[in-house]
C-alpha cells in the first residue's frame, strides 16, 4: 500500500502563491504517473495536473494552465504543485494521486489513479 502525504495548503489573497507537496511512501516512486486534482464545495472533483514518471511530460487543466506548475523530484519521492496567481474559484480541497501501472504516460481520469492522498485544503479570498 502507498501513502501519499500531502502539505502546503493554507489561505492566501487573490494573487498569492502557495506550492503543494505530496510525498509517497515506498521505493517505487518514479514508476508512478501522478496528478493533481480539486474539489470545491457542492462540486464534483476536477483534474487539475499530471505529470509522467520522468518529469518531462505535463498537462493541464485550462482553468490554470499558465498559473499552475507541476513538477516531481524522484530522489525525494515528492511531487509538486506550484501555485501562481491565485483566484478565489481556486479554492478547493486538492489531492495528489498516484496511478502505479500507467498506461498512457500522462493520466488526466480519476478512476485511473489507485493511490490518493488526504488533501488539503486551499482557500483564496478576494
Known amino acids: 500500500q502507498v501513502q501519499l502525504d500531502e502539505s502546503g495548503g493554507g489561505s492566501v489573497q487573490a494573487g498569492g502563491s502557495l506550492r503543494l507537496s505530496c510525498t509517497a511512501s515506498?521505493?517505487?516512486?518514479?514508476?508512478?504517473?501522478m496528478g493533481w486534482f480539486r474539489q470545491a464545495p457542492g462540486k464534483e472533483r476536477e483534474f487539475v495536473a499530471a505529470?509522467?514518471?520522468?518529469?518531462?511530460?505535463?498537462y493541464y487543466a485550462d482553468s490554470v494552465k499558465g498559473r499552475f506548475t507541476i513538477s516531481r523530484d524522484n530522489a525525494k519521492n515528492t511531487a509538486y504543485l506550484q501555485m501562481n496567481s491565485l483566484k478565489p474559484e481556486d479554492t478547493a480541497v486538492y489531492y495528489c494521486?498516484?496511478?502505479?501501472?500507467?498506461?498512457?504516460?500522462?493520466?488526466?481520469?480519476?478512476?485511473?489513479?489507485?493511490?490518493w492522498g488526504q488533501g488539503t485544503q486551499v482557500t483564496v479570498s478576494s
Open positions: 505529470i509522467n514518471r520522468s518529469g518531462t511530460l505535463t
Open positions: 494521486a498516484a496511478d502505479a501501472t500507467p498506461r498512457t504516460p500522462i493520466v488526466i481520469t480519476s478512476y485511473e489513479y489507485d493511490y
Open positions: 515506498g521505493r517505487a516512486f518514479s514508476t508512478y504517473a
